[in-house]
């Protein structure tokens, strides 16, 4: 009997532990399905928006995260005037309704266009919502929700000219001035693929903007010249001005290469053959001539890239007392070694020379934003003149001046040297509008600057009286 009790209690154990188990194969998979359709993480919506307006046709895009539950629908709606316009409203697929949403990113592929629209300019209010696959909110979901305003505005600024005429040559320059109608907007003027901002301030009326232009030496006479404006909304403007483009003269220039200049001058520059080997004397002038030639120019252009927003110099630009011209500005230079053509290049500036290491004038008023060696240039002093004007002084054997220093026309900057690739004591003297090099004759011309600069000044400030 006592056999049998046993074996009846064992049995009993038997199923109750199968009970268990077979409650917990149950159990322990419920529970995982709900922690994991029961996730409470928002869904992610990722846009940015680099503008507080919609313009005539503005594109936002971005996405949707839910790296959980998946993402089960989206929606965009522009509210106005008190009417919602629906701009997207998709839903997203699911794998099943234990696994959730088959869709981890997705798109917001915003396309604005206020007219197709049928809404008019003034505040409005974008709205984001998602939802994902979780089983939250009886099944609907975890939701996130995105609100920004926005000012929609689709009437391009407009431009009015106060200046008429405007003269320019290749390798010159010229001055524009003109009003735009919205504040802020990025203005300026475009002449062939090269622009050059407009800045205002210096007039008592803030819409007044100046912009000193440049004619590029290669640029032909069919180059079109307009003032263009880009508002906050992103619309666009373009006013075309009267103006007549002359042929430049500048004169071909042949530079011969001996071998004693090699041996004096190459040694300067850091220049190795493939594997650190040597190189001959012509191999290195070439990749000085050519390579370092383009990343000393490059280092100008970012210089001039900021600007002082008003004028400091006043009157014709000096030059170099009692000197010589070696070189003129744009000379087609071709370089000759042992009776061969091995380069060509442009001489953007003017050589001059007085007596050795003679003192440097500030051609003009104006603040050192440069100075220190720059490759084939040399010891190196720039000026930022304002509104994009520069000067810049290269092949100094001192410089007497520092970075920030306000200089006055005619304070010695430093004296002329042999630095950088040059062949004998001189100066060589640049100017430049933004990134632009120009002929300085014109600025050492008072004749040139009345007419073309400070008449056009004073008939705009007179207009304001």
């Given at each position: 009997?006592?056999?049998?009790?046993?074996?009846?209690?064992?049995?009993?154990?038997?199923?109750?532990?199968?009970?268990?188990?077979?409650?917990?194969?149950?159990?322990?998979?419920?529970?995982?399905?709900?922690?994991?359709?029961?996730?409470?993480?928002?869904?992610?919506?990722?846009?940015?928006?680099?503008?507080?307006?919609?313009?005539?046709?503005?594109?936002?895009?971005?996405?949707?995260?839910?790296?959980?539950?998946?993402?089960?629908?989206?929606?965009?709606?522009?509210?106005?005037?008190?009417?919602?316009?629906?701009?997207?409203?998709?839903?997203?697929?699911?794998?099943?309704?234990?696994?959730?949403?088959?869709?981890?990113?997705?798109?917001?592929?915003?396309?604005?266009?206020?007219?197709?629209?049928?809404?008019?300019?003034?505040?409005?209010?974008?709205?984001?919502?998602?939802?994902?696959?979780?089983?939250?909110?009886?099944?609907?979901?975890?939701?996130?929700?995105?609100?920004?305003?926005?000012?929609?505005?689709?009437?391009?600024?407009?431009?009015?000219?106060?200046?008429?005429?405007?003269?320019?040559?290749?390798?010159?320059?010229?001055?524009?001035?003109?009003?735009?109608?919205?504040?802020?907007?990025?203005?300026?003027?475009?002449?062939?693929?090269?622009?050059?901002?407009?800045?205002?301030?210096?007039?008592?009326?803030?819409?007044?903007?100046?912009?000193?232009?440049?004619?590029?030496?290669?640029?032909?006479?069919?180059?079109?010249?307009?003032?263009?404006?880009?508002?906050?909304?992103?619309?666009?403007?373009?006013?075309?001005?009267?103006?007549?483009?002359?042929?430049?003269?500048?004169?071909?220039?042949?530079?011969?290469?001996?071998?004693?200049?090699?041996?004096?001058?190459?040694?300067?520059?850091?220049?190795?053959?493939?594997?650190?080997?040597?190189?001959?004397?012509?191999e290195k002038f070439l990749v000085v001539n050519q390579q370092l030639r383009r990343e000393?120019?490059?280092?100008?252009?970012?210089?001039?890239?900021?600007?002082?927003?008003?004028?400091?110099?006043?009157?014709?630009?000096?030059?170099?007392?009692?000197?010589?011209?070696?070189?003129?500005?744009?000379?087609?230079?071709?370089?000759?070694?042992?009776?061969?053509?091995?380069?060509?290049?442009?001489?953007?500036?003017?050589?001059?020379?007085?007596?050795?290491?003679?003192?440097?004038?500030?051609?003009?008023?104006?603040?050192?934003?440069?100075?220190?060696?720059?490759?084939?240039?040399?010891?190196?002093?720039?000026?930022?003149?304002?509104?994009?004007?520069?000067?810049?002084?290269?092949?100094?054997?001192?410089?007497?001046?520092?970075?920030?220093?306000?200089?006055?026309?005619?304070?010695?900057?430093?004296?002329?040297?042999?630095?950088?690739?040059?062949?004998?004591?001189?100066?060589?003297?640049?100017?430049?509008?933004?990134?632009?090099?120009?002929?300085?004759?014109?600025?050492?011309?008072?004749?040139?600057?009345?007419?073309?600069?400070?008449?056009?000044?004073?008939?705009?400030?007179?207009?304001?009286?």
């Amino acid at each position: 009997m006592i056999g049998f009790f046993e074996l009846k209690s064992d049995n009993k154990k038997s199923r109750v532990f199968l009970f268990v188990v077979f409650g917990l194969l149950l159990f322990l998979p419920s529970v995982w399905i709900l922690i994991h359709r029961m996730e409470g993480n928002n869904p992610e919506i990722l846009l940015e928006f680099p503008s507080p307006y919609i313009g005539l046709a503005t594109e936002y895009s971005g996405k949707v995260m839910d790296p959980g539950s998946g993402v089960r629908k989206v929606w965009v709606g522009l509210i106005k005037d008190g009417k919602e316009h629906i701009l997207q409203d998709e839903a997203f697929p699911s794998l099943s309704f234990f696994s959730g949403g088959a869709v981890k990113e997705a798109p917001i592929t915003l396309k604005i266009d206020p007219q197709k629209l049928n809404i008019g300019d003034g505040k409005a209010v974008l709205r984001i919502a998602a939802w994902d696959y979780s089983w939250r909110n009886w099944y609907n979901g975890n939701q996130a929700y995105l609100e920004k305003e926005f000012i929609i505005d689709t009437k391009p600024p407009e431009i009015d000219m106060l200046t008429k005429a405007h003269n320019i040559s290749q390798g010159g320059a010229g001055l524009v001035i003109y009003r735009i109608s919205e504040k802020d907007s990025q203005t300026g003027v475009t002449v062939g693929k090269n622009f050059f901002p407009g800045i205002s301030g210096y007039f008592r009326d803030d819409s007044i903007h100046m912009a000193f232009v440049a004619l590029d030496h290669l640029q032909d006479l069919n180059t079109q010249l307009f003032v263009k404006a880009t508002d906050r909304a992103g619309n666009i403007s373009q006013a075309g001005f009267t103006y007549y483009l002359k042929k430049g003269n500048f004169r071909n220039d042949k530079i011969d290469i001996p071998d004693r200049f090699l041996n004096w001058k190459m040694p300067e520059f850091a220049v190795t053959g493939p594997n650190g080997g040597p190189v001959s004397g012509i191999e290195k002038f070439l990749v000085v001539n050519q390579q370092l030639r383009r990343e000393n120019t490059e280092l100008f252009i970012r210089i001039s890239k900021k600007t002082t927003p008003e004028i400091l110099w006043e009157g014709a630009f000096l030059r170099l007392p009692q000197s010589a011209t070696r070189a003129k500005f744009a000379d087609r230079r071709s370089y000759h070694y042992k009776d061969k053509v091995v380069d060509h290049q442009y001489h953007m500036g003017i050589d001059l020379a007085a007596t050795a290491h003679s003192p440097i004038p500030a051609a003009n008023n104006g603040r050192v934003v440069f100075t220190g060696d720059n490759g084939i240039y040399g010891k190196t002093v720039i000026l930022d003149h304002g509104f994009g004007l520069f000067s810049l002084y290269s092949h100094l054997s001192r410089i007497n001046v520092q970075m920030n220093d306000m200089m006055k026309k005619g304070d010695i900057l430093g004296l002329s040297g042999t630095t950088g690739m040059a062949g004998g004591d001189h100066l060589h003297y640049g100017m430049m509008i933004h990134n632009t090099f120009v002929n300085p004759l014109e600025w050492w011309d008072d004749v040139w600057i009345n007419h073309n600069v400070t008449s056009k000044i004073n008939d705009v400030r007179d207009g304001e009286k």
